[in-house]
């Protein structure tokens, strides 16, 4: 396997239970930082309903981490720099008592480490060993280290300071329309990274909230669920390609004799035998893949190979599985001896991952065929997505067997779908009852064919703009679960929340057909809801609200305070500006002052900046000048060539391969295609500069 992110090893933030302090592997102590509230230290229990306020910035090897959190009034700020090494900097600073914990398994509470403190005080020692310092109000400096190793508590702020700058130079930024869109994303991925006792490895779970039942969760220390991993893989992908790739791999290993990928799998409640969760695999993973370089030559492949058996098995298990009414796919579950809840309607609902969606309220479970009575149209487009991105992955790696397999059995599942889902009296996509007849109820899976390319390119303009009228699932905060017109809608969990993964694929269904009139609206409204939650309450949602009035901060609402997948809504804005589509990446101006910069690529960092003009640089080398109303697409970029399309008004400036003289070209209404050679330098130790 290849080396993936983060490394077991030295200081992070890996402990499920806390976001305040750092603990050391292999082994070593825990250091945790607290508050002196009326009722004594407060060291626990800062969630995003207890007191978590902010979160700061988390490189992937917790080089360095800040956070901010609160108890009875009294912010307490945090800055901790780790890492892979053995020594650890941290500094707290409040306007009230501090406190810190070091605990870890020696005889002496700290494992024999030497723990060194600025203002220099008595620590006292609790019962089980571990020792406790009290601070007075104001700033204190810790530094953390094995016995003997040089140093002093004295370099803490000039460390910390140097792990900074290092931190802030590899850091995703963005700004103008897409706001902190980008520190959103990758503190919702980085922060909720942490280490798994029982498996023995480093994992990005659903959420630290939603996993540690210290932290009112549902399980013990970890979980995993498919879709939310192949979700927080994508969102990975654009902080750092190695990271992305090892959150990718958690889950398949855990995959069924029969190749079915679980629902979820966790410390305390075992892994869901009896049912899965919708087909995203290969359709995020072809994604990521695609986003990592300009050509396949820079790009991961070591992604591909690791990912593809267990996801074409997981492909094939579908059909073997969950063949439903009129020999579709339906959701299902498995019955499991021992578990008198399994061969549900209650589990089929859960592996659509819909669970409550007004869309099932009708159907019934049949046991004949182990699933729901029901043909559901996202399952079915979803699969030919899958069966499309995974035949795509087949060409990349030399499969010519398995690519012209999963490319016919596309295209009659495509006209499949495409004759018995199709509802003429409603003139759109609709789940169709195993009795006959299309179901009503309206949800924006009902825009999943436009993903998988079922529709010819009328009936995909009459769809979307059928589906997104303000009532329906249009408007200012648009793509709810379910429709607002549906007698089901209730604006709450998916009875008609806002989903990042649901609003992902309708927005990337559309982009398919390049309706971006129609996307862009509600990329744009769903990037306000993003930005006001994160600015507001440091927060990426589980689900976000409908409704303006409705407040999810409490543990009913259902919603946790930071889910890697709400990072989606911002990655779709990112497509407005760069998109590493299948055919090729394509740039736009956004009409809006916007910028991104330090995408992570294989030949290096990607920057895109849209102001008076649509620039486009690696590592500082530019590679595209363009007016702002130019577009290129198919844009892709080798050691000889570069080549796309440019369309719109105005002109472009293309910077051949290997550095030399930009070649300007004129652009008029029509799309112009280009192909420029060049000579490629000869790189330096480590450069794929192109």
């Known amino acids: 396997m290849s080396t993936v992110l983060p490394v077991p090893a030295g200081w992070n933030t890996w402990d499920v239970r806390h976001h305040t302090g750092m603990s050391h592997l292999p082994s070593g102590p825990r250091v945790r930082f607290g508050l002196v509230g009326e009722d004594g230290p407060v060291v626990d229990g800062f969630t995003w309903r207890d007191g978590l306020v902010r979160l700061g910035h988390h490189a992937v090897d917790g080089s ?47 494992g024999g480490w030497d723990v060194d403190v600025s203002p220099a005080t008595e620590p006292a020692t609790r019962p089980d060993g571990a020792r406790v310092w009290t601070f007075p109000p104001g700033g204190a400096a810790v530094r953390v280290a094995p016995p003997g190793t040089p140093g002093s508590v004295a370099d803490t702020p000039g460390a910390l300071a140097a792990r900074r700058a290092g931190a802030e130079a590899a850091r995703l930024r963005s700004s103008g329309w897409l706001g902190d869109a980008a520190d959103a994303l990758t503190r919702a991925v980085t922060w909720n990274t942490v280490y798994a006792p029982g498996p023995g490895r480093v994992m990005t779970v659903t959420s630290r909230d939603f996993v540690s039942a210290e932290r009112r969760g549902f399980y013990g220390t970890w979980a995993l669920h498919a879709w ?29 004799a029969s190749g079915m990928i679980p629902n979820r799998v966790s410390d305390e409640r075992g892994r869901t035998d009896d049912r899965s969760q919708p087909p995203v695999g290969a359709l995020t993973v072809y994604r990521a893949y695609l986003a990592g370089g300009l050509s396949h030559a820079t790009r991961d492949r070591a992604l591909l190979e690791e990912t593809f058996p267990a996801l074409l098995a997981w492909h094939d298990w579908w059909p073997r599985a969950r063949r439903g009414p009129h020999g579709l796919l339906a959701w299902g579950s498995d019955p499991v001896e021992g578990d008198a809840e399994s061969a549900t309607l209650d589990r089929a609902k859960r592996e659509s991952g819909l669970d409550d969606s007004p869309m099932y309220d009708e159907a019934a479970y049949d046991p004949a065929t182990g699933t729901m009575d029901l043909a559901d149209v996202g399952l079915n487009a979803l699969h030919i997505a899958d ?12 499969d010519a067997a398995a690519e012209c397999r999963l490319r016919a059995e596309a295209a009659g599942a495509r006209a499949a779908v495409d004759a018995l889902l199709w509802d003429e009296e409603a003139g759109g996509y609709r789940n169709l009852r195993a009795a006959g007849g299309h179901d009503p109820h309206v949800a924006p899976t009902l825009l999943y064919p436009l993903l998988a390319g079922v529709p010819d390119e009328e009936r995909a303009r009459a769809v979307a703009e059928a589906l997104l009228r303000p009532g329906t699932l249009g408007g200012e905060r648009p793509l709810p679960s379910v429709a607002r017109d549906d007698p089901g809608f209730a604006a709450t969990y998916w009875r008609g929340r806002i989903w990042a993964p649901m609003a992902y694929l309708a927005v990337e269904g559309l982009r398919r057909y390049g309706l971006r009139a129609a996307s862009r609206p509600v990329v744009d409204a769903l990037l306000r809801l993003f930005l006001d939650e994160w600015r507001l309450h440091s927060h990426v949602r589980e689900n976000y609200p409908a409704a303006p009035d409705e407040d999810l901060t409490g543990l009913p609402a259902r919603s946790d305070g930071l889910m890697a997948w709400g990072g989606l809504l911002g990655h779709l804005a990112f497509g407005e500006l760069a998109d590493a589509a299948p055919g090729g990446w ?5 009409g809006e002052p916007a910028g991104l ?65 930009p070649v300007r070209l004129a652009v008029e209404g029509d799309a112009r295609r280009f192909e420029i050679p060049g000579v490629p330098r000869v790189p330096g130790p480590g450069s794929h500069l192109l």
Request: proline share 4%; charged share 15%; net charge negative.
């Open 597 to 661: 910069t330090g995408l992570p690529l294989g030949e290096g960092r990607l920057s895109v900046d849209a102001g008076d003009r649509l620039t486009v640089s690696l590592d500082g080398l530019p590679l595209l000048d363009a007016s702002p109303s130019v577009v290129i697409s198919g844009y892709e970029r080798t050691a000889t060539v570069v080549r796309g399309t440019a369309e719109g008004t105005g002109d472009v400036l293309v910077t051949p391969p290997g550095g030399g003289a």
């Open 586 to 590: 394509r740039f736009a101006h956004p």
């Open 387 to 398: 069966a499309e991105a995974l035949a795509d992955i087949a060409g990349l790696l030399g």
């Open 64 to 110: 360095f981490a800040e956070v901010t959190v609160e108890a009875g009034g009294v912010a307490l700020r945090l800055a901790f720099g780790g890492g892979t090494g053995d020594v650890l900097h941290a500094t707290a600073e409040t306007a009230g008592a501090a406190v810190l914990v070091v605990e870890g398994g020696g005889a002496d509470g700290d």
């Open 228 to 256: 939310d991993t192949f979700f927080t893989g994508l969102a990975a992908t654009a902080v750092d390609r190695a990271y992305a790739r090892g959150v990718f791999g958690q889950i398949l290993p855990h995959a069924t």
